[in-house]
Each structure stands twice: as structure tokens, then as C-alpha cells.
């Protein structure tokens, strides 16, 4: 009697340990991997970053005065800019279905059909320095002109007004809100109307840069003063999180496919990942060291892109959980086409959390062949008790 209990005890902990391994989260069991594609033009400096209507994702190359679109397979088709020394900065995808981007040293605005058709529209006041660009609830496109202290929208005919602020703006977005909110050089975060009307928020610890829409409803942005992510209310009530490695200098952010925010860290060359509760979960470090990785993006197929300006390539994180079928939030960086994973090229580099992962992966199929294992033990111990009888 008592081999009897002892052989339906090692059956039944056979089943629970192997019933153990199959409740694993998903996230445990494939972690994400970095892979990073080179820019075929040496000194491209690839500087902003986005998914466009096409399944690929398309950069600007300040250094070369190009505009670049990356497959998924990392394949990079450069397009020159009709104006010389164009140094194109921000990018971002249209409502009419085009790329729209930023030109920093002709004065103009910019738009590439995904057929790589550039047109390019004149600012009204000269060496404004238009750097960012995003799409507007309005159906137009809204960008920042640093030198003349505005905001410039342009309709998808080319039609530009031009708002006055109080401030130096530095980088933008569309916000949960229906407004426009963009960073300053200044200490002091902004949100503008359809109709230009500016409001101002101090910001405590310094300017911020990068800004995105959050999957919760409200503002975030990075900034390099206070070395922290911020998270800011329709209402413009902040709270920042302070990033782990110091002086990390982070410098823009995006809404991941995961629910999470994920945010580029130039001087420790790594990409953050930080929950909406403010809980940053990890740093992964880049394989290419002094990258300096700078923009970010959600790219096809739950995908984050960077730009990493000081290597000349392009890099992806695959592998990301997408635990919702909701659309991405962030206007941004709105192209969530279905396109395939990126396949075929080696991992080239993983994080602590990758890392972190992997033994947990490790760890889990330990216990399922060791469940098995005992399962198979207890079933022929068994079958051995009820023949001996």
C-alpha cells in the first residue's frame, strides 16, 4: 500500500512540475533579441526614425541629405533630396499615406511617396530650423521651427501657417488630448491648439527631448537634464522616473507593442523599457558599442527600430509580446502593418532582460523534461504495483 502511494506520488509530481513548465509566460520563454543593419552610405548619421504605410520603416540621413526605407529583412534603398544639404531631421507618416519630413538646412518641408516621389515646400520665415515633425488630429502636419521660436503646420497640399510661441520648441506630438504638445530648450513643456493657442508647464528638472503619446492617456517625454522619463497628465501634472544607469542622456520615446514605453539611452548605449505605472524594467545594451542610439520608432509586426547615428546602422528589436490587439495610440508612429518579422540575420546582442530570459528559458525546460520524466517513472511504477498483485 505504502509503494502504492509512493508511486502515485511521483506520477502526480511529474504532472504538476510539467504542468508548471506550460504556464510559463510567453515572455519568459523567447525574449527579445537586438539585430542592427548597416547604412549602405558611410557617414548617413541616421538621425529620425518611423513605420511607414508600406511595411518598411523609413529614416532621415542627415549627413548624406538623404531619405532612407529599411525592409524588414534590413535591405536600405537611399533616396537623394532634390535640394543640396537638406540635413534632414524629423519624419514622420502622413494622413495622406506619404513620408513627411524635415529639412534643418534648406528651410522646407519635405514629402517622399513610398515610391520615393519627393516634393519640397518652402517655409515662409527664413533659417526657422524646422527639426521635428508629426501628424496633427487635424488632418495636417505640425512641426517646430527652433530659431523663429514657432510651430508651422503644412496641409498634404503644402499649405503652411505659421503659430508664434513663447518658447524655443524641440521635438512634438499629437496628444491623447486633440492638441499638439511639443518639448523646449527651455525648462518648460508646451501644448498647443488646432487653432494655435499655446499653454506653457514648467518643467523642474530641466528641458525634455523626446515625446510620445503613452498607451495610458497621457504625455510622456525624456530628458537628459534630470536623466529620468517623465509622465505628464492632459492636465499637466508631472511625475518623473529616474533611469537607472547614470547619465544615460535618453533621448526620445515611443509606445511599444507590449503596452510599455521604450526610450533610446544615448551615453550608456542602451534602448529602456518602462511600464506606465513607472516602473523601468530593463536596459539592453546595444552590441555596437558608442553607438549612441537616438530615435525611436514601433515598427511592423511588434518591432522596435532605432536609429544609431555614431555606427551608421539601423537596429530592431524583435520578439516583443504584444499583449493586446489595440491599436498603437502614438501618431507618431502609427504603422502596424502586418509585415514579417525580420528574418534570417543572427542575433547580434541582448540585454539583461534578454539574458534574464534566456536562463529562465533554460530553467523552464529543465523542469518540463524533468516533469516528463517523472511522469513516464510513475506511470511504469505503477503498471509494475498493479501486475505484482
Given at each position: 500500500?505504502?509503494?502504492?502511494?509512493?508511486?502515485?506520488?511521483?506520477?502526480?509530481?511529474?504532472?504538476?512540475?510539467?504542468?508548471?513548465?506550460?504556464?510559463?509566460?510567453?515572455?519568459?520563454?523567447?525574449?527579445?533579441?537586438?539585430?542592427?543593419?548597416?547604412?549602405?552610405t558611410t557617414g548617413g548619421f541616421g538621425r529620425e526614425i518611423v513605420a511607414g504605410p508600406d511595411g518598411n520603416v523609413w529614416f532621415t540621413e542627415v549627413g548624406q541629405h538623404k531619405?532612407?526605407?529599411?525592409?524588414?529583412?534590413?535591405?536600405?534603398?537611399?533616396?537623394?533630396?532634390?535640394?543640396?544639404?537638406?540635413?534632414?531631421?524629423?519624419?514622420?507618416?502622413?494622413?495622406?499615406?506619404?513620408?513627411?519630413?524635415?529639412?534643418?538646412?534648406?528651410?522646407?518641408?519635405?514629402?517622399?511617396?513610398?515610391?520615393?516621389?519627393?516634393?519640397?515646400?518652402?517655409?515662409?520665415?527664413?533659417?526657422?530650423?524646422?527639426?521635428?515633425?508629426?501628424a496633427g488630429p487635424d488632418g495636417n502636419l505640425w512641426f517646430v521651427e527652433r530659431n523663429a521660436n514657432q510651430i508651422g503646420r503644412i496641409t498634404p497640399a503644402g499649405a503652411i501657417?505659421?503659430?508664434?510661441?513663447?518658447?524655443?520648441?524641440?521635438?512634438?506630438?499629437?496628444?491623447?488630448?486633440?492638441?499638439?504638445?511639443?518639448?523646449?530648450?527651455?525648462?518648460?513643456?508646451?501644448?498647443?491648439?488646432?487653432?494655435?493657442?499655446?499653454?506653457?508647464?514648467?518643467?523642474?528638472?530641466?528641458?525634455?527631448?523626446?515625446?510620445?503619446?503613452?498607451?495610458?492617456?497621457?504625455?510622456?517625454?525624456?530628458?537628459?537634464?534630470?536623466?529620468?522619463?517623465?509622465?505628464?497628465?492632459?492636465?499637466g501634472a508631472m511625475t518623473g522616473f529616474p533611469i537607472p544607469t547614470p547619465n544615460a542622456q535618453p533621448s526620445d520615446i515611443v509606445t511599444g507593442p507590449d503596452g510599455n514605453l521604450?526610450?533610446?539611452?544615448?551615453?550608456?548605449?542602451?534602448?529602456?523599457?518602462?511600464?506606465?505605472?513607472?516602473?523601468?524594467?530593463?536596459?539592453?545594451?546595444?552590441?555596437?558599442?558608442?553607438?549612441?542610439?537616438?530615435?525611436?520608432?514601433?515598427?511592423?509586426?511588434?518591432?522596435?527600430?532605432?536609429?544609431?547615428?555614431?555606427?551608421?546602422?539601423?537596429?530592431?528589436?524583435?520578439?516583443?509580446?504584444?499583449?493586446?490587439?489595440?491599436?498603437?495610440?502614438?501618431?507618431?508612429?502609427?504603422?502596424?502593418?502586418?509585415?514579417?518579422?525580420?528574418?534570417?540575420?543572427?542575433?547580434?546582442?541582448?540585454?539583461?532582460?534578454?539574458?534574464?530570459?534566456?536562463?529562465?528559458?533554460?530553467?523552464?525546460?529543465?523542469?518540463?523534461?524533468?516533469?516528463?520524466?517523472?511522469?513516464?517513472?510513475?506511470?511504469?511504477?505503477?503498471?509494475?504495483?498493479?501486475?505484482?498483485?
Amino acid at each position: 500500500m505504502a509503494r502504492r502511494l509512493y508511486n502515485k506520488f511521483i506520477l502526480f509530481l511529474g504532472v504538476a512540475i510539467f504542468g508548471a513548465f506550460l504556464a510559463l509566460p510567453l515572455s519568459v520563454q523567447a525574449a527579445p533579441t537586438i539585430q542592427e543593419f548597416p547604412i549602405p552610405t558611410t557617414g548617413g548619421f541616421g538621425r529620425e526614425i518611423v513605420a511607414g504605410p508600406d511595411g518598411n520603416v523609413w529614416f532621415t540621413e542627415v549627413g548624406q541629405h538623404k531619405i532612407a526605407r529599411i525592409t524588414p529583412a534590413g535591405v536600405v534603398t537611399e533616396f537623394s533630396i532634390p535640394t543640396a544639404l537638406a540635413q534632414p531631421q524629423g519624419i514622420t507618416l502622413g494622413p495622406d499615406g506619404n513620408i513627411w519630413f524635415t529639412e534643418l538646412g534648406a528651410n522646407q518641408i519635405g514629402r517622399i511617396t513610398p515610391a520615393g516621389v519627393i516634393t519640397e515646400f518652402p517655409i515662409p520665415t527664413p533659417n526657422s530650423a524646422p527639426i521635428a515633425i508629426t501628424a496633427g488630429p487635424d488632418g495636417n502636419l505640425w512641426f517646430v521651427e527652433r530659431n523663429a521660436n514657432q510651430i508651422g503646420r503644412i496641409t498634404p497640399a503644402g499649405a503652411i501657417t505659421e503659430f508664434p510661441t513663447t518658447t524655443q520648441p524641440f521635438d512634438i506630438t499629437a496628444g491623447p488630448d486633440g492638441n499638439l504638445w511639443y518639448t523646449n530648450t527651455t525648462n518648460a513643456l508646451s501644448r498647443m491648439t488646432t487653432s494655435g493657442v499655446a499653454t506653457n508647464y514648467t518643467i523642474a528638472t530641466g528641458p525634455g527631448s523626446g515625446i510620445t503619446t503613452g498607451p495610458d492617456g497621457n504625455i510622456w517625454f525624456v530628458s537628459s537634464a534630470a536623466n529620468s522619463v517623465v509622465r505628464v497628465t492632459p492636465s499637466g501634472a508631472m511625475t518623473g522616473f529616474p533611469i537607472p544607469t547614470p547619465n544615460a542622456q535618453p533621448s526620445d520615446i515611443v509606445t511599444g507593442p507590449d503596452g510599455n514605453l521604450w526610450f533610446t539611452e544615448q551615453n550608456a548605449n542602451k534602448i529602456g523599457v518602462i511600464k506606465p505605472d513607472g516602473t523601468i524594467v530593463d536596459e539592453y545594451t546595444l552590441p555596437t558599442p558608442t553607438s549612441r542610439p537616438d530615435r525611436i520608432t514601433r515598427g511592423p509586426n511588434n518591432t522596435i527600430w532605432f536609429t544609431e547615428m555614431f555606427a551608421d546602422r539601423i537596429g530592431v528589436i524583435n520578439g516583443i509580446i504584444d499583449p493586446s490587439p489595440e491599436p498603437d495610440p502614438d501618431p507618431d508612429n502609427n504603422s502596424n502593418t502586418g509585415a514579417p518579422t525580420v528574418p534570417g540575420a543572427p542575433d547580434t546582442g541582448v540585454g539583461p532582460a534578454s539574458k534574464n530570459g534566456n536562463v529562465l528559458l533554460l530553467i523552464g525546460i529543465s523542469l518540463g523534461v524533468l516533469g516528463l520524466s517523472l511522469i513516464v517513472l510513475g506511470r511504469r511504477l505503477l503498471s509494475r504495483s498493479l501486475s505484482s498483485r
